[in-house]
C-alpha cells in the first residue's frame, strides 16, 4: 500500500496493544477515499494460541454501532422529520413524566429529555442491564419487542437531571427506537436501506441481526470463519458513509 501518512507510531502502538490490555487479537484497517491505506492484524482465535487470527473473522460491532444509530437518525433530520431540540415524549409519549432518582426518593424532571440529549448522552438515563424492570420483563416475554423495551425503560427514573451532565447509557437504544418511529421501518431495515446498501467499500458481506437492540448485539460483520472462542476482543471500526450528516456528528 502507497501512502503518504506515516503510521510508525500507530504501528507501534498495535503491537503493545495485546499485552498491554490483555486482549488475544486486534484487527485494524483505515482506508482514505475509498482506498485501504493501512492494515494490522494479530493474535490468535483459541486460549491455545493455535489458530492464528486471518482477518476475516466474525466480529460483533457491539457500541461500535452506536455510530450507525447516529448517522441514521442524522439522515431523518436531514429529511426534516425532527428537529434537535424536540421532546422525545413528541414522538414516544411514554417520556411525557419522567422522573429523576435522588437518594431521598424520586422527583419530577426539570425538562423533558430532548432528541439532542439522546445524542449527547445527556438524556440521564444508565445503562443497568441488570435493572429489576428489564430483567423481568425479558423473562415475561423472551421475544420482546424493541418498542416494548423502550416503555419499559421509560418507567425507570433518570439517574441525572435531562441535560445536566454526560452518562453513558441507554440513550442510543432509544434513539434507534426513534430511527424506526420517524421512518416507518424497521431499524435494521432503515440502516441496511440507508448506510451499509450504499457502501462500496464497508467489510461485506453483511448481516443484520433483527433482535431487540437490548437484548443482544443488533449488527454482525460475518465471515466464514467462525466465532472465537475468547474472552476479550478488541474491535477497532471505521465506517464513512455519503450522508452531509455524517460529517457534522
Not at 491505506?37 to 466480529?59: H, M, T, V, W
Not at 450507525?68 to 436531514?78: D, F, G, N, P, S
Not at 467499500?201 to 443482544?216: A, D, E, G, T, V
Request: net charge positive.
Amino acid at each position: 500500500m502507497i501512502t503518504d501518512i506515516d503510521f510508525t507510531r500507530l504501528t507501534e502502538f498495535l503491537e503493545k496493544y495485546p499485552k498491554r490490555y490483555d486482549i488475544p487479537f486486534y484487527g485494524l484497517t483505515i482506508h482514505k477515499n475509498g482506498k485501504e491505506i493501512y492494515k494490522k492484524k494479530f493474535g490468535f482465535l483459541d486460549k491455545a494460541k493455535s489458530l492464528p487470527i486471518q482477518g476475516n473473522e466474525r466480529y460483533y460491532m457491539y457500541s461500535c454501532s452506536k455510530i450507525v444509530t447516529c448517522v441514521a437518525a442524522l439522515t431523518l433530520m436531514e429529511k426534516g422529520k425532527y428537529h434537535l431540540d424536540d421532546a422525545v415524549s413528541l414522538y414516544l409519549p411514554e417520556f411525557g413524566n419522567m422522573t429523576v432518582k435522588t437518594p431521598a426518593e424520586s422527583v419530577k424532571a426539570n425538562s423533558p429529555v430532548t432528541v439532542k440529549h439522546l445524542f449527547t448522552m445527556t438524556s440521564g438515563m444508565d445503562y443497568d442491564y441488570n435493572a429489576p424492570e428489564i430483567r423481568s420483563a425479558i423473562e415475561q416475554n423472551k421475544n420482546i419487542t424493541t418498542a416494548e423495551m423502550i416503555r419499559v425503560l421509560a418507567k425507570r427514573p433518570l439517574a441525572a437531571q435531562p441535560g445536566e451532565r454526560f452518562l453513558y447509557g441507554f440513550s442510543h437504544d432509544v434513539l434507534a427506537r426513534l430511527v424506526e418511529v420517524w421512518s416507518g421501518m424497521r431499524f435494521s431495515d432503515y440502516v441496511e436501506e440507508t448506510i451499509f446498501s450504499r457502501s462500496k467499500w464497508l467489510i461485506q458481506p453483511l448481516i443484520l441481526k433483527k433482535h431487540n437492540l437490548l437484548l443482544r448485539p443488533f449488527i454482525s460483520i460475518t465471515t466464514k470463519r467462525g466465532s472465537p472462542n475468547c474472552i476479550k476482543t478488541a474491535i477497532i471500526i471505521f465506517f464513512r458513509t455519503n450522508t452531509r450528516a455524517a460529517a457534522r456528528v
